[in-house]
């Protein structure tokens, strides 16, 4: 197996207690990593560093563990353009709006809505994300998101299924019976595609009782559960998430102190989605509250269509430092280590023997350039399993 020794890192982020400085972050100034096939066989300083077959030289920059987006819903057709125009004109926003993507996405050919993921997973990459989710959610049907599972398969081993996503049009005088099709057979069909399970929790989607019965019957064909909980207002979404175990709970823009107290005597990571308040005028999450009761906190981009059209971490990384109260510190552990957490991954997020080697190279001395410069590309060069990419 051929080796790779990528050395002259100025400052490496390994996220790895056992390694580097003190800070939450772990880092080893002057470092350097070994590459062997998928994974990492060796970190630390440079001038330590063993051979290699082949060497790259990082010039004095900044290294990171790939970025784990650990939510997205990128299995869709069409754009709400006109939407977010009208929001930005002063309507505001609400659950509904998807039923617009719905019906572009069942007009769509499995050939359009291939490309379309793989282009906006290309354009992650090139941002630094090496491990995304795709969740389905944009057929409602038993066959659409059959569809949308066995194609988000095709680019991810972290899947969704999120047929409760909202109750579609043809159901909604009688949203009990797509409760039941969402628990019966379109889980059924859906279930050997997927390895998570999540539902909607909000008023214009789902109730607490919905939640609970959809995600209990995921969970009895062995998915794992999820829940978008707390987003347009105070709500179960997160009580529910902590009693079922569920490995995040997404959104949490609107907590109650028990809510807090819940998630941080829980195991539930709280995934923070600011691209959704920037692109919706909604308010912040309170970031700060929750790292101070000791939550275990994740950040991602919710790229979808309607109301998060982003696929950059280094722009939800700098939302979260300018507007919800986290460190640059905070930040990139919560879009690295805590992306790994919600997706209950020990093989990303950290730069450490034995994890998968996705190492992001930036054209910057530090990391904290990802929020002191917003908005500039900073990403140099991406590793991902061990493959250079980018």
């Known amino acids: 197996m051929s080796s790779t020794l990528i050395t002259h890192i100025g400052s490496l982020v390994t996220n790895d207690p056992g390694t580097g400085d003190d800070s939450i972050l772990h880092v080893i100034k002057d470092a350097a990593v070994v590459i062997e096939g998928e994974r990492y066989a060796w970190v630390g300083r440079a001038e330590d560093a063993p051979d290699a077959d082949t060497v790259h030289?990082?010039?004095g920059r900044a290294g990171i563990p790939g970025f784990v987006d650990s939510h997205s819903h990128l299995v869709f057709a069409g754009d709400r353009?006109?939407?977010?125009?009208?929001?930005?004109s002063g309507q505001p926003y609400a659950a509904g709006g998807?039923?617009?993507t719905v019906a572009a996405t069942r007009a769509a050919t499995d050939e359009e809505l291939e490309a379309n993921l793989a282009r906006h997973i290309a354009?992650?990459?090139r941002q630094g994300t090496t491990t995304i989710e795709v969740k389905?959610?944009?057929?409602?049907t038993t066959d659409d998101e059959v569809r949308a599972l066995r194609i988000a398969g095709r680019h991810t081993e972290d899947v969704t299924y999120l047929g409760a996503h909202i109750v579609p049009?043809?159901?909604a005088d009688d949203p009990a019976s797509y409760v039941d099709l969402v628990t019966g057979e379109m889980l059924d069909a859906c279930a050997p595609h997927a390895r998570w399970v999540d539902v909607f929790c909000e008023k214009g989607a789902f109730d607490g009782d919905q939640a609970r019965a959809i995600l209990t019957a995921g969970m009895a064909q062995d998915l794992i559960p999820r829940v978008h909980a707390n987003q347009l207002g105070y709500g179960p979404g997160v009580q529910l998430a902590v009693e079922l175990g569920a490995a995040s709970a997404d959104h949490c823009t609107h907590l109650t102190d028990a809510d807090v107290e819940a998630l941080a005597q829980g195991t539930t990571v709280a995934t923070l989605l600011p691209g959704a308040e920037f692109s919706t005028r909604a308010q912040w999450p309170d970031a700060r509250r929750l790292l101070d009761a000791g939550v275990t906190v994740a950040l991602s981009t919710d790229c979808n269509p309607g109301s998060s059209y982003t696929s950059s971490m280094p722009f939800c990384i700098a939302l979260a430092v300018r507007d919800m109260g986290m460190t640059p510190d905070?930040?990139?552990w919560a879009a690295t280590a805590g992306g790994a957490a919600a997706l209950r991954s020990s093989s990303e997020g950290r730069v450490t023997p034995g994890a998968h080697a996705d190492l992001v190279l930036l054209d910057a001395p530090s990391h904290v350039h990802l929020a002191y410069r917003p908005g500039v590309p900073l990403v140099s060069d991406v590793w991902r399993h061990g493959r250079k990419c980018a």
């Open 57 to 59: 030289d990082a010039e």
């Open 81 to 88: 353009t006109a939407e977010f125009n009208a929001r930005m």
């Open 98 to 100: 998807i039923r617009t």
């Open 123 to 125: 354009e992650a990459l």
């Open 136 to 140: 389905s959610g944009y057929g409602l």
């Open 169 to 171: 049009p043809e159901y």
């Open 330 to 332: 905070e930040a990139l």
